[in-house]
């Protein structure tokens, strides 16, 4: 981790799945209601995506010989819980387009967001535990943190926004396509 360019890289990276859940669960957000969702939303999702790129890098350096026989199973473990919040919300949010329910996870309550953050930002701890295990310092990781958090907020805003435009056009149908997006993006987490 030698320059500036490669923590730009790696923060946008890590975002994109967190705008693709921030654009598939904002489709039915009242208009009144973005602004402050929006705000909360992305400062949560920056914390918690930034949270476990640290978490990772500093288990790995705490127990790099412990964990470097085990980076395999984590990997394969992160990649199954990702998949399965994943699927849960995409599921959800299908289920709900189908039924053209006016009850809606829309990551409006702390327990959708807190979920939306977890089902994002487990791949960042598996880069910051291999960051560890590449010997990353302090020096190394702080800017990584940093371009996490900024384009995780970033992406969050930006697909929020695009999310409730493009669910004002389309309502329920979108949430449909939203679900699908997210199931598919929990498959591909998965292999």
């Known amino acids: ?3 500036i360019l490669d923590a730009i890289l790696i923060g946008l990276s890590l975002c ?5 859940v921030s654009l598939c669960s ?4 009242p208009r009144e209601e973005l602004r402050r969702k929006v705000a909360v939303v992305a ?3 920056a914390v918690i995506q ?3 790129l640290l978490g990772g890098w500093l288990l790995g350096t705490l127990a790099t010989d412990l964990v470097a026989g ?12 990702g998949f399965l919040l994943l699927l849960y919300v995409g599921g959800e949010m299908f289920l709900d387009g189908v039924r053209s329910k006016s009850e809606h996870l829309n990551l409006d309550g702390f327990k959708s967001i807190l979920l939306g953050g977890v089902a ?7 880069v910051g535990l291999s960051m560890a295990l590449d010997a990353a310092s302090w020096g190394d990781i702080a800017p990584v943190a940093l371009s996490v958090f900024v384009f995780t907020a970033l992406s969050v805003v930006a697909g929020m926004l695009s999310g409730s435009f493009v669910g004002r056009k389309l309502g329920f149908s979108a949430r449909i396509v939203g679900g699908l997006v997210l199931i598919g993006l929990g498959i591909h987490i998965l292999l």
Do not use: Q, Y
Not at 16 to 20: E, N, Q, S, Y
Not at 26 to 29: E, T, W
Not at 120 to 126: E, H, L, V
């Open 43 to 45: 400062a949560v999702f």
């Open 70 to 81: 085990h980076v395999a199973h984590f990997e394969t473990g992160a990649h199954v819980i």
């Open 1 to 3: 981790m030698n320059t």
């Open 50 to 52: 930034t949270g476990f």
């Open 16 to 20: 994109a799945d967190c705008f693709a």
């Open 120 to 126: 994002t930002s487990i791949d960042a701890a598996a």
């Open 26 to 29: 904002s489709f039915l957000v």
